[in-house]
């Protein structure tokens, strides 16, 4: 388990990194900010007593919705699994489970970025979006712009993230499909040598 001063050696100073955030909130990925408002409400806490009520509160929030994303999307970069926390986790846990988590995201070798791409068909591009929810919502109303608005259609995913269309006769996929990637990184690039 990382301790606080390994976890947080290379992080800013917390009013600046409080600043930051608030200052750039909307244009960073959801995870990213979910990742380091766990790391402020974590390192904020260290030097309140455990018996705080409100202080392990903020850490127990901020982790649970860190790890919720994080079981949703696969995006746990440690070994303590998001799966493994609950309301009832003991504060250590909690933040054994965050600094791991801020780690490995200011690590440069850490987790990659992913987005989630749309297609349809064998079109060529694809629309990148920040997360499987707005993926399939893009994909829903594209479909649903593209055939007659008055039809009724009945939508649901298949486990091979296809749009399919249970109204339709027959083979009832719709041609749009959602799937996340990981984005490159120079480190990833392969070059002759």
Same mark, same amino acid.
């Given at each position: ?6 976890? #947080?050696s290379?992080?800013?100073?917390? #009013? @600046? @990194? ?6 750039v909130?909307?244009?960073v990925?959801?995870r990213?900010?979910?990742?380091? $408002?766990?790391?402020? /409400?974590?390192r ?5 007593p455990?018996?705080d009520? !409100?202080?392990?509160q ?6 649970? !919705? ?5 079981r ?6 440690g ?11 003991? %504060?250590? *846990? ?6 791991? &988590? ?6 440069p070798?850490g987790p ?7 297609? $349809?068909? @064998?079109g =060529? ?10 993926a399939?919502?893009?994909a829903? /109303? $594209? #479909?649903? *712009?593209d &055939?007659?608005?008055?039809? =009724?259609?009945?939508? $649901?995913?298949?486990?091979d993230? &296809? %749009?399919?269309? @249970?109204?339709? =006769? ?10 996340e990637?990981?984005? %490159? ?9």
């Amino acid at each position: 388990m990382l301790d606080a001063q390994s976890a #947080y050696s290379a992080a800013p100073d917390l #009013y @600046e @990194e409080h600043q930051e955030l608030v200052r750039v909130m909307s244009q960073v990925p959801l995870r990213e900010r979910l990742v380091r $408002r766990a790391a402020l /409400a974590d390192r904020s806490t260290l030097a309140v007593p455990e018996a705080d009520g !409100k202080a392990s509160q903020d850490v127990l929030s901020a982790a649970l !919705k860190l790890a919720a994303h994080d079981r949703a999307h696969g995006t746990a970069a440690g070994p303590v699994a998001p799966g493994s926390l609950s309301s009832d986790s003991s %504060l250590g *846990e909690l933040r054994a489970y965050i600094r791991q &988590e801020y780690a490995a995201w200011r690590s440069p070798a850490g987790p990659r970025l992913a987005v989630w791409l749309v297609v $349809r068909g @064998e079109g =060529p591009g694809a629309v990148p979006c920040a997360d499987g929810a707005t993926a399939r919502a893009f994909a829903e /109303a $594209r #479909y649903r *712009e593209d &055939e007659d608005p008055a039809e =009724p259609a009945v939508l $649901r995913w298949d486990g091979d993230g &296809e %749009l399919v269309d @249970e109204t339709l =006769p027959g083979y009832q996929g719709t041609g749009w499909t959602v799937r996340e990637v990981q984005v %490159l990184r120079a480190a990833d690039v392969r070059t002759a040598g």
